[in-house]
């Protein structure tokens, strides 16, 4: 199982976390729906209405159901971080926003801090120096595509 923009181990990362609410759950479990899955788990995820804690409990099932589990913390956020770096090397997410997220994740969870340090660089000149965006957004390309090269050597 992948950490990948749609997947469900994404969602929970992002949802562990707190980068995701219920809808974000809802609108994954109403997708997985669309595209023919039935698991009991995912049909309830696209109806959620549920407190925190029983829709981890839901993800967690999910998940659990593919050989899996919900990292914590750091395991948590390094999912999240290369679901990100690929979203802005695949071009769903503007290299700006991309660099700024992964900013926003950096303070949240320290553990991951030393790893995206050169986007909270990027994303600090990116939103200073107008002019010069367009180079910005290739280096946060080039450092995305990085990590997520990186996350298939060691992963």
């Not at 595209?35 to 549920?50: F, G, R």
């Not at 589990?69 to 971080?81: G, K, L």
């Not at 090397?89 to 995206?116: C, D, I, K, S």
């Not at 200073?128 to 595509?145: F, K, L, T």
Request: hydrophobic share 45%.
């Amino acid at each position: 199982m992948t950490g990948g923009p749609s997947s469900l181990l994404g969602v929970a990362c992002r949802f562990r976390l707190r980068l995701a609410d219920w809808r974000d759950v809802e609108q994954f479990g109403l997708k997985e729906l669309a595209s023919s899955k039935t698991a009991p788990t995912i049909i309830e995820l696209a109806d959620v209405s549920a407190s925190t804690d029983r829709i981890l409990q839901l993800l967690e099932a999910a998940i659990t159901a593919d050989g899996g589990t919900i990292p914590h913390s750091a395991a948590a956020a390094e999912v999240v971080a290369m679901q990100i770096s690929g979203e802005i090397v695949a071009g769903e997410v503007e290299p700006g926003a991309g660099a700024r997220a992964l900013w926003r994740l950096a303070r949240q969870v320290p553990a991951v801090e030393p790893q995206l340090r050169v986007f909270i660089g990027l994303a600090s000149e990116w939103d200073d120096d107008i002019p010069n965006r367009i180079a910005y957004e290739a280096d946060i390309v080039a450092a995305a595509r990085e990590l997520s090269a990186s996350s298939t050597r060691t992963g």
